[in-house]
Structures are given as C-alpha cells and as structure tokens.
C-alpha cells in the first residue's frame, strides 16, 4: 500500500506563479486550477499510489503563537486572483479522487505528521508531496519526500525523484531525525522563525559534530569558533524556543481513519468541472482516461 499525503497550499501557490495569464472565455483566471489538477495526475502517474489526501492550513495553532507572536507574520496576503481559484480547487479535490483533510487553528505540516505516524505503525509506505523543512524530519524507512526540482534530480533525464534518509541526509548534511535542530539554529525565514546568526550549513556541521542540540548546547565551550561560541551562548533561550517551534505535533486524533483514503476520482462530476475552466487538452486526457476506467461496453443479453 502506498499513501500520497499532498501539502495542498504549496501547491496551489507554486502553480499560480508558475503558470501566467490563463483564464476562460469568462475572464475567471484558471492558472492555479490548471497548474494544481496537472500537477496532481501527474504525481498518480508517478507514484501510482493506493490511498491519498490533500493537507491544508486552517489557522495558526495556539501553541506556536503563544511561544512566538510573530510566527507567519511576514507571509504576504493572498494574491486576489488566487482566492476563488483555491475555494474552487478545494471542491474539485474530491472529483480528482482525493479526501481534503483540515482542522481549524491547525497547519498542514501538523496532520500530514499525524497520518504518517499512523500510516508508518500499519506498515503503509508514505510519499509526501510538500517543499516544507519541518516533514523533512519525518522521513525514515517507510517516509520519502516526492519531489520535481531539477536540484533534487540525480540526472535531467528524471522527471520526479523520491527522497530518503540518504538523499536528505546528503540534502541537509544531517540525519531527518536531526532536522529540527539545525532549524533551531538557523531560523527558518519563511515561517518567521528568527536564526541566531549562524547559517544553514555551519548549523548542520555543528549539530552533526557533537551529535544533536542538547549536546551541542552542554558543551558550547567546545566549538571551534569563538564567533559562534558567543552567538550560540547569547541565544541558548531563543534556540530552546525555536525547537519548540519546528517540533510537528502529531498527536491529533484522524479527522478521517486511513483506510477511509482510498483515490476514487468522479470522472462525470470532474469533465463537468473541467468544462467551466475551458481546459481543452486536459479535458480531453481526463475523457479518454474515464473511458478507459469505464472498460469496454457490455454486449446486452438476448
């Protein structure tokens, strides 16, 4: 069995600004909705997966306000044009054969944490489509990371790749299981996360050195730098804080059970979707795909 967990906002966004000046007869931008379904057959195509949910971000939670007010302050609002192409894509979510999974005042990040855990102890293989560093951590026997940057490609030739403990560790310079706390270190600037002053790369060679955050926060007195000696010693409470901050919480109850996630696309209800957007070429993929699922017609008895 294998379960797709996609990150539905990065998505969205990542096909908005991808694609340009793509509307309908009507005016209505379809870039989003164009870039967002492609996009979603396209890792069915892939990955062929069994059971599958698309994740998005309802709301901060408490928790993480509470430690840090400016967390997600800097994010810039949503481009107006962008808005009724999400309200329209999260109902064609269901058409394209996936559940939308969300919980009020709770990230994506966070549920997509829960039902890997819960996947991973029912020995279900994960592939999570997001670009967010907190699911890096994750990653482990049964967790990989679906991606299609040509960085992450082993060859031009690829057109997707899957990300595992050796890729991310090679990608990050630590184990997943370490990820957390080269972020405590370095902040992470799209989520307002503020670093200390010592980069990505510095961060991860020190965490791998002495081991993990703890150890390396016990004996400061033992880095090589003096200049990171004196910024990691002036922020050992903002360092704590920002462990906090990246940890996923994993511990909410499954808005929907697993087995609940089987991919069933409604080709009738999806074509006439489609339809509105004007879609010509996918349009006619996704008929021929329907026909195709349908099978052969019956020969009626005599």
Not at 157 to 176: C, D, I, N, R, S
Not at 184 to 196: E, S, Y
Not at 287 to 292: L, T, Y
Request: glycine share 6%; with cysteine; hydrophobic share 40%.
């Amino acid at each position: 069995m294998k379960f797709l967990l996609i990150d539905g906002h990065y998505y969205v966004y990542r096909s908005f600004f991808a694609i340009q000046n793509l509307s309908n007869s009507h005016g209505e931008p379809t870039n989003a909705i164009f870039g967002f379904t492609k996009t979603l057959r396209l890792m069915i195509k892939h990955l062929q997966p069994d059971l599958g949910a698309v994740f998005w971000d309802e709301g901060l939670p408490q928790r993480r306000v509470e430690l840090q007010p400016a967390y997600k302050e800097t994010r810039k609002e949503m481009p107006l044009p962008m808005v009724p192409q999400l309200n329209f894509i999260q109902k064609l979510v269901p058409l394209l054969g996936f559940k939308n999974i969300a919980l009020p005042n709770t990230e994506a990040d966070d549920l997509m944490g829960c039902y890997t855990l819960a996947a991973c102890k029912q020995k279900i293989d994960v592939v999570l489509a997001t670009n967010d560093k907190d699911l890096y951590q994750l990653v482990g026997p049964c967790v990989k990371v679906y991606t299609t940057a040509k960085a992450d490609l082993a060859s031009p030739k690829e057109a997707f790749a899957l990300l595992g403990e050796e890729q991310v560790t090679a990608k990050w310079g630590v184990p997943p299981t370490l990820i957390g706390d080269v972020l405590a270190i370095a902040g992470d600037t799209v989520d307002n996360i503020p670093g200390v002053g010592i980069g990505r790369k510095t961060a991860a060679t020190l965490i791998q050195e002495f081991g993990g955050l703890e150890a390396l926060l016990g004996k400061i007195d033992q880095v090589k730098s003096a200049r990171n000696r004196e910024k990691l010693t002036a922020a050992l409470d903002q360092i704590r804080q920002n462990r906090k901050m990246v940890e996923l919480d994993c511990d909410t109850e499954l808005p929907l059970p697993i087995d609940r996630l089987r991919i069933e696309p409604d080709y009738p209800a999806l074509i006439a979707a489609l339809e509105k957007c004007e879609f010509k070429s996918l349009l006619q993929e996704v008929r021929d795909e329907a026909a195709r699922a349908k099978g052969p017609a019956q020969p009626e008895l005599l």
